[in-house]
C-alpha cells in the first residue's frame, strides 16, 4: 500500500499581507507635488553690449542679498527693480554667488527675478 500524500494548500494570506504592506510604504513615501521649473538659457554668441546704466549686479549669499552694494530683501526686489532705470527696456542682472549659497536659495533668487518684467539674469560661475 502506497502512502498517500495530501498537498497542502498554500495560503495567501501572508503574500495580500506583504503587497499591502509595500504598496503602504510606497504611498506614504513618495510625493505628489508638482515641482516648479526655472528656465535656464544657454549664453548666446557674443554681439553688442547694452550701456553701462542698465547693468545691475546682484550678490547673493547664504542669509544676504545685495542689489548694486546695499541690502535688499528677497520680497522687495520687484521695487528695487522698478527704481533701475526706468526707461529702459530691458536690465541685465549679474548673479554672483557666494561659495556658501544652497542650490535651493538660488532657485527662490530665480523665481523671484522671473516675475519681474524687463530683466535678463545671468548667473556667474565659480
Known amino acids: 500500500m502506497r502512502n ?14 506583504i503587497i499591502f504592506l509595500l504598496l503602504l510604504f510606497f504611498m506614504l513615501s513618495s510625493t505628489f507635488s508638482r515641482f516648479s521649473e526655472v528656465e535656464i538659457a544657454a549664453a ?15 550678490q547673493l549669499g547664504e542669509d544676504s542679498l545685495r542689489l548694486n552694494g546695499q ?5 522687495a526686489l520687484s521695487q528695487r527693480f522698478s527704481d533701475v532705470a526706468p526707461e529702459a527696456e530691458t536690465l541685465r542682472v549679474l548673479v554672483s ?6 542650490a535651493q536659495r538660488l532657485t527662490d533668487l530665480l523665481v523671484a527675478l522671473r516675475g519681474i518684467d524687463r530683466l535678463r539674469v545671468n548667473v556667474l560661475g565659480s
Do not use: N, Y
Not at 498517500?4 to 499581507?17: A, E, H, K, N, P
Not at 554667488?97 to 544652497?102: F, I, M, N, S, Y
Open 4 to 17: 498517500r500524500v495530501r498537498r497542502r494548500r498554500l495560503s495567501m494570506t501572508s503574500l495580500i499581507d
Open 44 to 58: 548666446g554668441a557674443g554681439g553688442a553690449t547694452e550701456s553701462e546704466a542698465e547693468l545691475s549686479f546682484l
Open 71 to 75: 541690502d535688499v530683501e528677497l520680497d
Open 97 to 102: 554667488l557666494r561659495d556658501e549659497v544652497t
